[in-house]
């Protein structure tokens, strides 16, 4: 009974207390840390969730004492995970210790925008509307921006009372958000009267016509806005400059606004130039007022401005322009006068330099690049003292320099030009000091400063060195690193270079958000950054760049999450918003030709050809969660048929005449190794003029880079053509042969490439050597075997003392010698022979603008490789020498002088130095945004007999990029 | 007996309500600042005691905005002699804590008070140079008009409307376990 009246108590003072009182049952949070933890559950909405990867993100551990500071760090690494929009944790004491919860609220992003109601305009325009406004994704789009942006779209449509009421509808399954638009368009405003006011030369039906102001039409505010504007450029474009075109609306009741429309032509403008004439070139070049449609003070300024350098330029030393508005009084027409006074025109008449003693006046006036007799430019005289005075900042002088121009007497314009300098005195490093160094060790940052004792003291070299020491921090994950360089004015000069290191940022978990087909471990892959090392820039933007070579994402970015913490340690985030997985690209073209076809009555006659064509390329992207991806490419044409042998259809009909179709599929990394792979396979049908070639091939490509300038590279190619319908001429039989061998070819192939140069496309420094190997063997599947070995090696330098110089040497060398193989001997009973031959495609070829230029392509070769009538059969061998000497003479343009020397073998045995044919000549070069355009002249150094004539002296080339 | 209070045990047990440890309050430019965030400078006394929650709250949103707009001009940290002098009298309004509780209780490490004082120590040095032209009362005045412009200027979204109680600090003197 007692036990039962406890119970009673008991219960009581449990259930029946008031609600303050019973809330004094909450746990004292104080008093949970250090206690135990017994166990540790994580919830989403409710629901346990027991995934691996979010566990990983805790710093509690069953069995740990309980400590805030890790409760702290795992909400922070949840919450840095991006997909959670609260994350709490609550704690439940027990007999065995705390029992914790992590209770996540995922984050509804919008994936779906929907408009109900009365919308008033077409839900589309609205959709792209609200899309616009937020970059085109939904899921950044906020609701009050949304109805800002619906609102502003109706009222300028016409509805001047609309409702718009945003709301979210979550699906929970999937954690997405609706946004859903309630639209009340209300009712739309109409026209009423329409008033113009201005007077202006178009026509008035025009305008109301254009500006769509009819009487009844729905009033639409934006839309009338830009008519005015249009109404204003037609104006400017008639001169009238300042023209202005605006409306205002007034309500008329009834949903009715009438519309005012006002018109300010502003005054007609007419341009004048007085005094000398301009520069080279028409009015409307230098005074471009009808281009940009506007006579405003800035643009006529401007215009003065440029019109005075330009004379400048041309040595009118004093030119002066000025302009001049006047409006006539009643305000219909302005004039605005130019006018220009050149003066004369100078000359440099002497250049006289004072207070020098480390360099010598030939050497200033070479620096100087002026010479007496030349036009004086002033600007031009500026910068090239301001490049003298840093010619003595690298030779460690504090120099000043001042110049003065004097305009000499008498009728000619002559200038002498003085220039007096102050070296003041050579100031050399007396010792460089680093303070500040504790967390890199001093010996490791002063191996990136390039100061030295005893070198002369060159602020650039200062500020240099301050960056690198910065850069070096900055790749460590000091952030906040600051780095001063001092040195004192006066000797002696030591070179200070003070650190404030800063906090180090140290990875503590990567964290990867917004993948959705990429598997994690595909990006982490690619990022260099680890957990525990430095948040280091080099590292970081390493990783972006790598994660960007996959071509699988729109956009990466990398940062760090709650910095700020006391030791540094931070949740970095690699961001990506995944590039659409499926590409589709199609497109369609028409031939429009004339082909030679079989005439009935025998011969070839014109025919007229017309073959509409089609292509439709599919891709996938990231197949398997990773980088691989996979494309199909078809094309198909439709032309005559193309049957030489039977008149009546040849070139007649329809047939679908070409297609070709490639699959390919890529795969970076391999296998989980470090090696990209590709495969790919074509077949193909095409008809060329003379023949119609059918094409099937396989290929296998691996490549592996060991390191940022070394490739090593093996491919697999199975490669078979056949031709039809040939009608070839002799002469390209050669030629055929060698692009279409008619052969099934099974090779395996390999290389090494070693490349150090400092541009691929115009280098002038570093080097490239590479050597590659096929064989094929009839044990592989191939009609015919051989190997073949192809090394090169070039290099570049630019010569020191002159930067515009740049001299460069490339050699080639390549064997190649063919399997025996039995072959019966045509027009005998079954007689055979034993060849060792290489396929026309797979034997060397030389001269020509890539190889050696005074000859003409592939016409190079000793007797026996070049038939009689000039055409190369290809060698078992090839030596090619080239030497070149590249000057820059203007920013774009370089002019080129070489020497080039090599031929083309029958066999490989026979290769001899002693019969190299060389020759010589020069280029020039342009480089434009395509890459250098290139034309050679090759002069031989001897002259042979071919075909009973000689041979030509010279040939040229035009090419796009460098022979080497 | 035994019997009744298992029994009473077992109930109390049962209507125990789960304590908060952490959650977040707020996310400032995409940072966020937490219960125990609040917690931590009320238990270290590093804002003024009598600042309610929500004081702490702007208080942590103004600094994380001020120190995030710092982040972009590299101020240097101060010398550690003076965050030294600071931090000997920061311990000196806690005389007689045990520092090693005090941190645990506050849920930071060791080195948090020295971090929070050196980014005082900038932040000071950042605001007198921004501000130097000013005289004191107009300095105070265009301070809080700048932090005000850096609100604006931020996406500040509150996650949650009430504040969970945070627990007073404690009371100077010797604790008791």
Not at chain 1, 639 to 668: A, H, L, M
Not at chain 1, 823 to 842: M, Q, Y
Not at chain 2, 110 to 129: G, H, K, N, P, S
């Amino acid at each position: 009974m007692r036990h039962l009246a406890v119970a009673v108590i008991v219960v009581w003072a449990v259930v029946g207390l008031p609600g303050p009182a019973r809330a004094q049952q909450a746990t004292d949070v104080m008093a949970l840390a250090g206690q135990p933890v017994a166990a540790i559950a994580i919830e989403i909405e409710g629901r346990p969730e027991a995934s691996p990867v979010l566990r990983e993100l805790l710093e509690v551990r069953v069995g740990d004492p309980l400590q805030f500071e890790r409760v702290r760090e795992s909400v922070a690494h949840l919450f840095n995970l991006g997909q959670f929009e609260d994350v709490a944790v609550t704690a439940l004491p027990g007999p065995d210790g705390v029992r914790l919860v992590f209770a996540l609220t995922p984050l509804h992003p919008i994936d779906r925008i929907e408009f109900r109601g009365s919308l008033g305009l077409d839900r589309r325009t609205l959709e792209r509307g609200v899309l616009e406004q937020f970059g085109g994704r939904a899921s950044a789009a906020r609701l009050d921006a949304a109805r800002e942006t619906v609102t502003r779209m109706l009222v300028d449509e016409g509805y001047s009372r609309p409702s718009v009421v945003p709301s979210l509808e979550q699906t929970h399954e999937v954690h997405r958000s609706t946004l859903v638009i309630t639209v009340d368009a209300g009712p739309r405003l109409r026209i009423g009267r329409v008033i113009v006011t201005g007077e202006h030369p178009l026509p008035a039906a025009d305008v109301t016509t254009n500006l769509g102001l009819i009487r009844g039409a729905a009033y639409r505010r934006l839309a009338t806005e830009v008519a005015l504007r249009g109404v204003a450029e037609r104006l400017r474009g008639m001169r009238y400059y300042e023209a202005s075109a605006s409306h205002f609306a007034t309500p008329a009741g009834n949903d009715l606004v009438d519309v005012t429309v006002t018109i300010d032509t502003g005054p007609l403008v007419h341009i004048v130039v007085v005094g000398d004439p301009l520069p080279g070139g028409g009015q409307d070049e230098w005074i471009p007022i009808r281009r940009e449609n506007s006579a405003d003070d800035d643009l006529l300024e401007d215009s003065a401005f440029r019109i005075r350098q330009a004379l400048q330029r041309d040595g009118f030393w004093r030119a002066d322009v000025v302009h001049e508005r006047v409006e006539e009084p009643d305000g219909a027409r302005m004039v605005v006068t130019f006018t220009i006074r050149c003066g004369l025109r100078y000359q440099l008449a002497s250049i006289a330099v004072t207070g020098h003693s480390h360099f010598t006046e030939s050497d200033i006036r070479a620096m100087l690049q002026l010479r007496e007799g030349e036009w004086f430019v002033e600007t031009q005289v500026e910068a090239r003292l301001g490049a003298l005075l840093g010619a003595y900042a690298f030779a460690g002088f504090d120099a000043t320099l001042e110049y003065t121009a004097d305009a000499l007497p008498g009728a000619e314009g002559r200038v002498a030009l003085r220039v007096d300098i102050v070296e003041g005195p050579l100031r050399v490093v007396s010792g460089v000091s680093i303070i500040g160094a504790a967390q890199i060790p001093g010996t490791e940052v002063r191996r990136v400063v390039r100061s030295m004792a005893g070198q002369p003291l060159q602020t650039a070299q200062v500020r240099d060195d301050r960056q690198a020491i910065q850069q070096l921090y900055l790749d460590r994950g000091f952030q906040s690193v600051v780095v001063d360089a001092r040195h004192p004015t006066e000797a002696p000069f030591e070179i200070v270079y003070e650190i404030r290191e800063g906090t180090q940022t140290i990875v503590d978990h990567l964290i990867v958000v917004g993948n959705r087909r990429v598997s994690t471990e595909t990006i982490l892959a690619e990022v260099v950054l680890r957990p525990g090392a430095p948040f280091g820039q080099a590292a970081r933007l390493e990783s972006q760049r790598r994660l960007a070579d996959l071509a699988i994402f729109r956009r990466i970015s990398i940062t760090a999450a709650n910095e700020g913490r006391a030791d540094g340690h931070v949740d970095v985030i690699v961001q990506v918003e995944e590039a659409p997985a499926t590409t589709i690209g199609y497109g369609g073209g028409l031939e429009f030709g004339r082909r030679l076809r079989t005439a009935v009555g025998g011969g070839e006659e014109d025919a007229l050809r017309f073959a509409p064509r089609g292509f439709l390329e599919l891709g996938r992207r990231n197949l398997f969660g990773g980088n691989r991806s996979a494309t199909l490419f078809t094309r198909v044409s439709l032309g005559s048929r193309n049957d030489p042998g039977d008149p009546t259809r040849d070139g007649r009909g329809i047939e679908f005449s070409e297609y070709r179709v490639t699959g390919s599929y890529r795969s970076p990394r391999a296998f989980g190794s470090r090696i990209d792979s590709v495969l790919s396979a074509t077949a193909e049908r095409a008809i060329r003029t003379s023949f119609t070639f059918v094409r099937r091939s396989a290929n296998a490509e691996a490549l592996h880079r060991p390191s940022a300038h070394t490739s090593v590279f093996g491919r697999y190619a199975l490669d078979s053509t056949e031709l039809y319908d040939t009608r070839i001429p002799e002469d390209d039989q050669p030629l055929i042969d060698r692009l279409f061998p008619q052969i099934r070819l099974s090779a395996i192939s390999g290389g090494l490439v070693w490349d150090r140069r400092d541009d691929l496309l115009d280098p002038t420094a570093g080097g490239l050597m590479s050597i590659d190997g096929e064989v094929a063997a009839r044990s592989l599947g191939s009609e015919v075997g051989f190997v073949k070995v192809f090394a090169q090696a070039l290099g570049f330098r630019r010569l020191t003392r002159i930067n515009r110089v740049v001299i460069g040497g490339r050699v080639q060398v390549g064997i190649a010698r063919g399997f025996s193989r039995e072959v019966l001997i045509p027009g005998t009973d079954g007689e055979t022979e034993i060849v060792a031959d290489l396929p026309a495609g797979r034997r060397f070829f030389a001269g020509g603008s890539t190889t050696v230029r005074g000859f003409q392509q592939d016409r190079l070769g000793v007797p026996g490789v070049i038939s009689e009538r000039g055409y190369s059969s290809g060698g078992n061998g090839v030596v090619v020498l080239n030497g070149e000497v590249r000057t820059q003479l203007w920013t774009d343009i370089a002019l080129v002088g070489f020497v080039d020397g090599g031929n083309v073998f029958a066999r490989a045995g026979d290769m001899s130095i002693g019969d190299l044919r060389g020759a010589a000549g020069v280029g020039i070069r342009y480089r434009s945004p395509l890459g250098p355009l290139r034309l050679d002249v090759g002069f031989k150094f001897d002259r042979r007999i071919v075909s009973g004539k000689r041979e030509r002296g010279w040939e040229f080339h035009v090419s796009i990029g460098e022979v080497f | 007996m035994t019997a009744s209070w298992i029994l009473v045990c077992v109930l109390m047990a049962a209507t125990q309500v789960p304590a908060t440890l952490d959650r977040i309050l707020v996310v400032v430019n995409g940072d966020m600042i937490t219960l125990s965030d609040v917690r931590a400078v009320r238990v270290l006394k590093l804002l003024p005691a009598d600042a309610g929650d929500d004081e702490v709250v702007q208080a942590l949103i103004d600094r994380r905005l001020v120190l995030a707009e710092m982040r972009r001009f590299q101020v240097p940290d101060p010398a550690p002699e003076a965050v030294a002098a600071r931090r000997s009298q920061w311990m000196a309004a806690h005389l007689g804590e045990d520092p090693a509780r005090l941190f645990m209780m506050a849920g930071v490490r060791a080195d948090f008070v020295d971090r929070w004082i050196a980014d005082e120590f900038r932040r000071e040095v950042y605001l007198q140079q921004r501000f130097a032209a000013l005289d004191a009362d107009r300095r105070e005045a265009a301070i809080r008009l700048w932090i005000e412009s850096l609100r604006l200027r931020a996406v500040i979204v509150p996650r949650r409307q009430e504040f969970p109680a945070t627990t007073p600090a404690p009371a100077a003197g010797p604790s008791r376990r």
